[in-house]
């Protein structure tokens, strides 16, 4: 980061011939799209459970396809086993039973160890839990480190339990802060009211404090993270994880809501469980709360399997996504939306955008997409003209021949560094009256093929060229977004991602991308306008946009030498440059941060010159 700065030289310098020369034109140009720089979320690398989502125990309910005992451990001389013959609701089948011998003393009970480890900082944490047996005392509730046995937080309850029902707790305590991620959590009882007996506990939930302190809510310094990138939209609930290994395993909205002891969860597509406590009004309260536009992905009757339902055997999906937007748009005078304010949601939700399916191109969806499409659209815009559809594919052999005049369709881009620069045109011939949107994009080999495990400058850098290409077509490229979003940095099953995290303090690291993300986000004109200058692109691309009175200048350079670019913009006097550089293989890494924007102050009268490192990407921001 020094080196960094020391390496940034911005300077006002009139009159000096200089190889590139751009001149920004302060009329023309074509208006932006206001929500060009969003967010992809589903649950991949334990990016919701043990990621963005608040609850940090694991295997809290049992769910997925062989739970065991993952997550737990006994703590004291007792037995732990899953018991099914005592579930905690129909939703949550198994709770945790602990079996004390008899002669029994002191306290014993059992432990979990969340997500590779459990964040202990100094914070409030919430936590909730039900419990079956006979039982009048104390339930001790700690925070421990694994290897060292330091007691973080401890706190008493008492309760009052019997054996013909599960009965709920609630508390909160506060800890002190470890200074690594191995800690687990600890509930434990007096095992001498307990000897020669058992008992059982359920959906064990542990909350730090929220983003916008919500109940079930968002990790606050993750979500707090995110926020920072400013991102205008959210894409959910997938991705691949809508789809499902089979039909009647796609995510099904209707098991995401309500309280989340009603919810059954499922696995995944990525194979590993979710909770679903991050659902289907989560997202949209994470959507209100950091000011994002849903984008609601229906399913369109593709599996990731292989299994396709489509024609007269889709109409029952078809009903429930017409149920699913009832819940979300409906009055409270309808079925599902009187379901929602009972989940305590009383006013619609605010969405305008649908998605049908993901990537229906690919897994043998393309020979049925456009009468899958179709189904689905024309039931939707009856019943929601005013909603805008978006198609999960671009490619016209899986669309119907004619799209519907307004519907979206959806682009994915997985590439090498060169392959984003091939691509930067991509938009410039398109029809104006086509519009797009690029849901998932990233950077994830090497020019040779080699896996990127953490992005790096050179991938980053062709991220912005390609960005640079959307932006000044963003009269049609309506959103973009980059994927996948985040991963738990043991649990991962896809590098790169944008940024990560672990149990450990200050583990939250954002990629090389995480900043072209932020630094684009962050810097938006509401129109694109014309620059003149006798520059080819290439090794440098830029576009520049403005809004009322502030310009902005985006650049990347593509290239192994540093470029001098003056940029002109009559009547401007001053403002900042952001600035990401580092070598072409340079990369943050899990803990390990080399690379951030630094931001200068600029001067200047109507000119400005930039020293643009080599894979260097730049914003200059002038009024
Ligand atoms: C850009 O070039 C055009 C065509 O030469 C010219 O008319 C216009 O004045 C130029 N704009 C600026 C801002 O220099
Ligand atoms: C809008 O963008 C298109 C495509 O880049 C371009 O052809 C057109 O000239 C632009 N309109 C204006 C007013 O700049
Ligand atoms: C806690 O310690 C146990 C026993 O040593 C080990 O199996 C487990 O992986 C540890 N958990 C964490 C989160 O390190
Ligand atoms: C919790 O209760 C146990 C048993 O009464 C007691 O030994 C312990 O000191 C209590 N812990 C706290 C933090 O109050
Ligand atoms: C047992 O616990 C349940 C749940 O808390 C409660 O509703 C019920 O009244 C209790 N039964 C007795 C006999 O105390
Ligand atoms: C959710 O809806 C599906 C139909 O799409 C149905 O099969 C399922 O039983 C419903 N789940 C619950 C919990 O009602
Ligand atoms: C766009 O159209 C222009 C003019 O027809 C052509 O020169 C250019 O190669 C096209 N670009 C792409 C990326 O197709
Ligand atoms: C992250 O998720 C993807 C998709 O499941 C998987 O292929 C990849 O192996 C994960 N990463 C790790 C490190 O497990
Ligand atoms: C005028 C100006 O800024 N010139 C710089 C151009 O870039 C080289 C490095 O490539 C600098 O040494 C010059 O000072």
């Known amino acids: 980061m020094l080196s960094l700065l020391s390496s940034l030289a911005v300077t006002w310098l009139a009159g000096q011939a200089l190889a590139i020369d751009l001149t920004v034109s302060k009329t023309g140009g074509n208006s932006s799209s206001e929500l060009l720089y969003g967010i992809m979320f589903e649950d991949i690398n334990n990016s919701g459970d043990g990621g963005i989502h608040g609850q940090l125990l694991r295997n809290n309910g049992f769910q997925g396809t062989d739970p065991g005992l993952t997550g737990y451990a006994a703590v004291g001389d007792v037995t732990i086993t899953q018991d099914t013959s005592n579930p905690v609701s129909s939703a949550i089948t198994s709770s945790l039973k602990v079996a004390v011998p008899s002669g029994a003393t002191g306290f014993v009970g059992f432990a979990n160890e969340g997500y590779e480890g459990v964040p202990v900082l100094a914070q409030t944490y919430a936590n909730y839990f039900w419990m079956k047996g006979d039982y009048s005392g104390t339930i001790n509730l700690r925070l421990v480190g694994n290897s060292s046995g330091t007691v973080f937080a401890d706190h008493n309850i008492t309760v009052a339990s019997n054996a013909s029902a599960f009965s709920y707790y609630d508390t909160s305590f506060t800890s002190t802060a470890s200074t690594d991620g191995n800690n687990v959590w600890q509930l434990r009882f007096d095992a001498s009211k307990v000897a020669g007996s058992s008992l059982n506990f359920g959906l064990v939930q542990l909350f730090p404090p929220t983003y916008n302190s919500r109940y079930n809510g968002l990790r606050d310094d993750v979500a707090s993270f995110l926020a920072e990138v400013k991102p205008s939209f959210l894409r959910f609930p997938g991705g691949n994880n809508i789809e499902g290994a089979s039909p009647s395993d796609r995510w099904k909205w209707n098991e995401t809501i309500g309280p989340v002891v009603d919810r059954p969860?499922?696995?995944?597509?990525w194979t590993y469980p979710n909770t679903d406590a991050l659902g289907l009004d989560e997202y949209l309260y994470w959507c209100e709360d950091m000011g994002m536009e849903p984008v609601l992905a229906v399913w369109s009757g593709l599996s990731l399997g292989g299994g396709i339902v489509s024609g007269d055997a889709l109409d029952p999906y078809v009903d429930d996504i017409l149920n699913e937007l009832e819940y979300v748009l409906g009055s409270t005078?309808?079925?599902?939306?009187?379901?929602?304010?009972?989940?305590?949601?009383?006013?619609?939700?605010?969405?305008?955008?649908?998605?049908v399916g993901n990537e229906d191109n690919l897994n043998s969806g393309c020979g049925t997409y456009a009468s899958r499409f179709t189904q689905i659209y024309d039931a939707v815009h009856a019943a929601y003209p005013d909603l805008t559809i978006i198609a999960s594919t671009t490619s016209t052999s899986c669309l119907p021949s004619t799209i519907p005049s307004g519907v979206i369709t959806d682009i994915h881009h997985y590439l090498t560094p060169d392959e984003f620069i091939e691509e930067f045109n991509e938009w410039d011939n398109w029809s104006r009256d086509w519009p797009i949107l690029v849901?998932?994009?990233?950077?994830?080999?090497?020019?040779?093929g080699s896996t990127t495990y953490w992005s790096y400058m050179q991938g980053s850098c062709a991220e912005a060229v390609y960005m640079i290409g959307m932006e000044r077509n963003s009269d049609i490229v309506k959103m973009a977004s980059f994927a996948p979003l985040l991963e738990h940095f043991d649990m991962a099953e896809w590098s790169p991602d944008l940024f990560g995290l672990d149990a450990s303090p200050d583990s939250i690291t954002g990629s090389t991308s995480y900043y072209v993300q932020k630094m684009f986000s962050t810097n938006r004109g509401s129109t694109i306008l014309p620059v003149n200058t006798t520059a080819?692109?290439?090794?440098?691309?830029?576009?520049?946009?403005?809004?009322?009175?502030?310009?902005?200048?985006?650049l990347a350079n593509y290239?192994?030498?540093?470029?001098?670019?003056?940029?002109?913009?009559?009547?401007?006097?001053?403002?900042?440059?952001?600035?990401?550089?580092?070598?072409?293989?340079?990369?943050?890494y899990p803990h390990d941060v080399s690379i951030t924007t630094a931001t200068s102050s600029v001067a200047g009268s109507s000119s400005f010159t930039v020293d643009l490192p080599a894979w260097g990407v730049a914003v200059l921001a002038v009024s």
Do not use: H, M
């Not at 969860?265 to 597509?269: A, L, S, T, V, W």
């Not at 849901?439 to 040779?448: C, I, Q, R």
């Open 265 to 269: 969860g499922r696995e995944g597509d």
């Open 333 to 355: 005078d309808t079925t599902y939306g009187a379901l929602r304010a009972k989940n305590g949601r009383t006013e619609p939700w605010d969405v305008s955008y649908i998605e």
């Open 439 to 448: 849901g998932e994009y990233a950077s994830t080999t090497g020019n040779d």
């Open 536 to 554: 080819d692109f290439g090794p440098v691309y830029w576009v520049a946009s403005a809004d009322s009175d502030t310009y902005y200048v985006k």
């Open 559 to 588: 290239g192994s030498s540093t470029q001098n670019v003056t940029v002109n913009i009559e009547g401007t006097t001053s403002g900042s440059l952001e600035l990401l550089s580092g070598g072409e293989a340079v990369s943050n």
